[in-house]
């Protein structure tokens, strides 16, 4: 059977991020658990901690029927990384749009993005359709606080313990990718996948990328794939 796979999406995005990566993966067989991380989308409400954060990536893994795939974007892929670290539940990891450390500098786009959407009269509600469900906590003392602990996590470090394959797929046009040879070098079986254009959850070529990759992957395992 084709292993399951478990998609992260990004900070201050939503499982609905992973839709058309969802349909491609279940119409070649593969089963797919993608959480809203609390905070964010349907678990709004929930309180945003590094440590809750972490703990659903856990439960995701958990649930699936055998070691899944866990695939990360943008900060998502820095937090499945950590978790799968700290955890080993992964049969694989898959990390788009993940070219450097999450230093405090890269992350300052969320900080202000999220700020700045704020001080609009109804909070940002109005960017577009989904803005005021997706990430209620924007610009909050937690959230700063989230953005500052990831800031401090340690990738490499991080890849080095993991002792499963790791794909990078990152877009020709990425902001933010000048460490991930280094990440592919640290990584027990790393391979780097480049798309042209961003890598994101959403794009053609990202989600095309996404399910060769995973078929690549489940290739090279010994387990029988359907």
């Given at each position: 059977?084709?292993?399951?796979?478990?998609?992260?999406h990004?900070?201050?995005?939503?499982?609905n991020?992973?839709?058309?990566a969802?349909?491609?993966?279940?119409a070649?067989g593969?089963t797919?658990?993608?959480p809203?991380?609390?905070?964010h989308?349907?678990?709004?409400?929930?309180?945003?901690t590094l440590?809750t954060i972490?703990d659903?990536?856990?439960t995701?893994?958990l649930?699936?029927s055998s070691?899944?795939?866990?695939?990360g974007?943008?900060v998502?892929?820095?937090?499945?990384?950590a978790?799968?670290a700290?955890?080993?539940?992964?049969?694989?990891v898959?990390?788009?749009?993940?070219?450097?450390?999450?230093?405090?500098?890269?992350?300052?786009?969320?900080?202000?993005s999220?700020?700045?959407?704020?001080?609009?009269?109804?909070?940002g509600?109005?960017?577009?359709?989904w803005?005021?469900?997706?990430?209620?906590?924007?610009?909050?003392?937690e959230f700063?606080?989230v953005?500052?602990?990831?800031?401090q996590?340690?990738v490499?470090?991080?890849l080095?313990v993991?002792g499963?394959?790791?794909?990078?797929?990152?877009?020709?046009?990425?902001?933010f990718r000048?460490?991930?040879?280094?990440?592919?070098?640290?990584a027990?079986d790393g391979?780097l996948?480049?798309v042209?254009?961003?890598?994101?959850?959403g794009?053609p070529?990202?989600?095309?990328?996404?399910?060769?990759?995973?078929r690549?992957?489940?290739?090279?395992?010994?387990d029988?794939?359907?």
């Amino acid at each position: 059977m084709p292993a399951p796979v478990v998609l992260i999406h990004d900070l201050r995005g939503s499982a609905n991020q992973w839709a058309d990566a969802t349909a491609s993966l279940s119409a070649i067989g593969h089963t797919v658990i993608a959480p809203d991380l609390p905070g964010h989308g349907f678990r709004s409400a929930d309180p945003l901690t590094l440590e809750t954060i972490l703990d659903t990536i856990d439960t995701a893994t958990l649930e699936a029927s055998s070691a899944p795939i866990v695939v990360g974007v943008g900060v998502g892929a820095h937090l499945a990384i950590a978790s799968v670290a700290r955890s080993g539940n992964a049969r694989a990891v898959v990390a788009i749009g993940c070219g450097t450390e999450p230093l405090s500098w890269l992350l300052d786009s969320y900080r202000i993005s999220s700020a700045a959407m704020q001080l609009l009269p109804d909070g940002g509600s109005s960017v577009n359709e989904w803005a005021g469900r997706t990430f209620a906590g924007a610009g909050t003392p937690e959230f700063r606080a989230v953005v500052g602990k990831i800031s401090q996590l340690d990738v490499r470090q991080s890849l080095r313990v993991l002792g499963v394959p790791v794909a990078l797929i990152n877009g020709s046009r990425d902001r933010f990718r000048m460490q991930e040879r280094a990440f592919t070098k640290a990584a027990h079986d790393g391979r780097l996948v480049r798309v042209a254009g961003v890598a994101n959850a959403g794009s053609p070529a990202t989600v095309q990328a996404l399910v060769e990759t995973i078929r690549s992957i489940s290739g090279s395992s010994s387990d029988e794939i359907a």
